[in-house]
């Protein structure tokens, strides 16, 4: 599912709402997920999962033209882990394969 998808789904979903005001209101939470991400803070949603920030240390690696040893620094990334409810609905979910191009 991508952004626009999740703006459709709103919209059809919720007849009030104009499709700008679906496009609004995604880009708001989003938006709002992000800023506090960048500040450090945690994000929880029951049923859903939580959001936090990761350090990765730094280490050594190599780069694989020259062979040469490089110092890869410390990172910050976001991490996601799924709650229960979302866990479950996904473990009970039919098994469909994804179309493949041949």
Sequence with gaps: ???SDLVAR???RFPQLTQRDSE???KTMLDAMSDAL???HRIEIRGF???SISRRPPR???NPRSGAQVVIPERLVP???PGKALREAVDEA???QPDRPA
Excluded: D
Aim: glycine content about 12%; overall charge positive; proline content about 4%.
């Design 10 to 12: 709103l919209a059809e």
């Design 79 to 81: 991490h996601f882990k």
């Design 38 to 40: 960048a500040r450090g």
């Design 94 to 96: 039919p098994r469909v």
């Design 49 to 51: 999962g939580s959001f």
């Design 24 to 26: 609004f209101a995604v």
């Design 60 to 62: 050594m690696g190599r």
């Design 1 to 3: 599912m991508t952004r």
